[in-house]
């Protein structure tokens, strides 16, 4: 988190801007890295009420521990099955056996592994740099069609929400929604040891094992199974 501000006797001080270029920086080295494509997000936050998921694809985990919040992840068709695809051919499978439709079964599967991977990457950074720890669930994943926006709500006593654009390789857009508590940390010494930063290879490979333990669950049933726990 190299991003900070400072009060106005000069302590460092990590908030919510800073936390979420933290994300943001893990959700472009993630697909960056999985994808072997650029993706690069705006300069400009955009200040949100609520997060929502969206059409074509919503995806999102929430987190407690030292701090709580939610993180959603909006893609468009084309920006889901550009990721997917990339992301499968750079592991060698053929064009042919891959899904057609972002409302596969499959794509859901894949950006869920990818959500997975990047929530990884953050929370690794929250315990090393922000010396506090994190949990997260597992991600859920949604095919929605253009009528659908469903609205997540989780509990936060003092919420703070924003919003990220972000772009592929080819120019296709997906957007970031957090949403925390209003927090801020706080250096007590100027001395406090940072772990090293596991490498990229050990964090694609960690979370290859964890997504090939999960990769025999049914996207449909566990579809259902959101909605139903959602109310819908």
Known sequence: MNAQTATADGETVYGT???LVSLCDSVSKVLAMATHGQ??????????????????IGCFVLFDGGFSGLVVLNFSAAAAMELYESYLLSMGMSKSDLAGSHTSDEVSNVMGELMNQIVGDFTGKVARELQTHITQNQPKMLALNKQVMLSV???LDQPEARRVTFYTEHNNIFYLELAIDRTEFIPLRKDAPVEA??????????????????????????????????GM
């Open 39 to 56: 993706i690069r997000y705006s300069g400009m936050v955009q200040r949100i009420h609520k997060t929502c998921l969206k059409p074509d």
């Open 17 to 19: 801007e800073e936390i």
């Open 153 to 155: 709500d989780t509990n």
């Open 197 to 230: 930063e596991a490498s990229a290879d050990d964090l694609f490979a960690q979370a290859a094992d964890a997504g090939n333990g999960k990769a025999d669950a049914s996207a449909g049933s566990a579809q259902e199974d959101l909605l139903k726990s959602l």
